[in-house]
């Protein structure tokens, strides 16, 4: 048992190691781009429509005011943008 525990652990570490140095990977390889000019698509603009709460737990939508929010083309958040992937699925925002 002692050692499916130590051979779990030690997955785990790898994984977060792959990960940890695919977003290092991924930040250094859009700094280079913004840096040498080939940024042409990096970030997008998407349209977020806010909603507030009303009685019984519904959701009411402000079409009139939507706001629009950049998001940047990669897997993980870069520059304090959100992933457009993550983003153009979630284009509510509660307030």
């Known amino acids: ?4 525990l ?11 190691a792959l990960l940890a140095a695919w ?14 000019g080939t940024a042409t698509n990096l970030f997008e603009q998407v349209t977020i ?4 709460e009303i009685k019984g737990g519904k ?3 402000y079409m009139d005011q939507p706001q629009m ?11 304090g943008k959100a992933p457009c992937w993550y983003l ?3 284009t509510k925002q509660v307030i």
């Open 1 to 4: 048992m002692k050692h499916i």
């Open 6 to 16: 130590r051979i779990v652990w030690r997955g785990a570490l790898v994984l977060a």
């Open 23 to 36: 977003a290092g990977c991924e930040d250094l390889w859009l700094r280079y781009r913004m840096a040498h």
């Open 49 to 52: 429509y806010e909603a507030g």
């Open 59 to 61: 959701l009411e939508y």
């Open 69 to 79: 929010q950049e998001c940047g083309h990669a897997i993980f958040p870069h520059f």
């Open 88 to 90: 153009k699925r979630h």
